[in-house]
């Protein structure tokens, strides 16, 4: 099965990038990439993306202050958000998820599991209205 979705992958290794573009592309899906988190909030605000697999670990923004900029914005905080990162353990856990993320995966990436939480966020994305209900003034 195949999805119109267009993913943002963040992440400052070139090789995981790569790979998980390539994974991605296979099952349909498009990619934009960016290799640190001032790229990633470029991309953001130019090309909105359906859904991002952000890294938590990178040089100039890590990923939860990536993650707290794009949720703080109302133009792109209901994009879903999969934190990719090494880091195991109930504490990175509870601050991506406070950052705003939907979903945390471990590194190395099974992707079968990413797989199925990228289609089911983009399943509730798509379920879920994205823009606010305009109130409209009866004549």
């Known amino acids: 099965m195949t999805y119109s979705a267009t993913i943002l992958i963040v992440d400052d290794d070139a090789g995981s990038r790569d790979s998980l ?79 705003g993320a939907e979903a945390f995966v471990l590194k190395p990436v099974d992707m079968a599991v990413l797989s199925l939480r990228i289609r089911n966020l983009l399943r509730l994305a798509q379920a879920t209205p994205v823009h606010e209900i305009q109130q409209i003034a009866s004549p």
Do not use: C, W
Request: no cysteine; proline share 5%; aromatic share 4%.
């Open 21 to 99: 573009a390539q994974l991605l592309q296979n099952e349909g899906y498009s990619t934009l990439s960016a290799a640190n988190g001032k790229q990633a909030l470029a991309i953001v605000a130019q090309n909105p993306p359906d859904l991002i697999l952000l890294d938590v670990v990178m040089d100039d923004l890590d990923g939860y202050d990536v993650a707290a900029s794009i949720k703080a914005n109302p133009a792109t905080a209901s994009i879903p958000i999969i934190m990719v990162t090494g880091h195991d353990g109930r504490g990175a856990q509870v601050v991506a998820f406070d950052a």
